[in-house]
């Protein structure tokens, strides 16, 4: 089932090369941020199905914003689309209570893990 997804990611380049994945794939990108705060306040404002986050961000890192988007939204779906090594990455999120991480390129495990949203 097509979701709308919220797009966040500080370079432009993989902002859109996200949202051409997802779109191809028969979602709707509503939002592209660049940083967390920006993310935030989009997520209040959209209220989208999903969200792909970085996890470092200038500003507000991708870990504080999903903190404060599970603040707004306890069900809040996120995933963690990164290039940080995710077994030291796991710890950290599951203790905010996100479980998907996804290393950046790996397109087909990142529109895996939406449709399991």
């Given at each position: 089932?097509?979701?709308?997804?919220?797009?966040?990611?500080?370079?432009n380049?993989?902002?859109?090369?996200?949202?051409?994945?997802?779109?191809?794939?028969?979602?709707?990108?509503?939002?592209?941020?660049?940083?967390?705060?920006?993310?935030?306040?989009?997520?209040?404002?959209?209220?989208?199905?999903?969200?792909?986050?970085?996890?470092?961000?200038?500003?507000?890192?991708?870990?504080?914003?999903?903190?404060?988007?599970?603040?707004?939204?306890?069900?809040?779906?996120?995933?963690?689309?990164?290039?940080?090594?995710?077994?030291?990455?796991?710890?950290r999120?599951?203790?905010?209570?996100?479980?998907?991480?996804?290393?950046?390129?790996?397109e087909?495990?990142?529109?895996?893990?939406?449709?399991?949203?």
């Open positions: 089932m097509p979701k709308r997804v919220l797009v966040v990611d500080d370079s380049l993989l902002r859109n090369a996200i949202s051409r994945c997802l779109t191809r794939a028969g979602h709707e990108v509503v939002g592209k941020c660049h940083d967390g705060d920006e993310a935030v306040l989009f997520y209040e404002k959209l209220r989208p199905d999903a969200v792909t986050l970085d996890v470092t961000m200038r500003g507000k890192d991708g870990i504080t914003a999903a903190e404060e988007i599970l603040r707004l939204d306890s069900k809040a779906f996120i995933i963690f689309y990164t290039l940080l090594d995710i077994p030291d990455l796991t710890a999120t599951r203790r905010i209570g996100v479980r998907n991480i996804v290393k950046k390129g790996d087909e495990e990142l529109l895996r893990t939406l449709d399991a949203a």
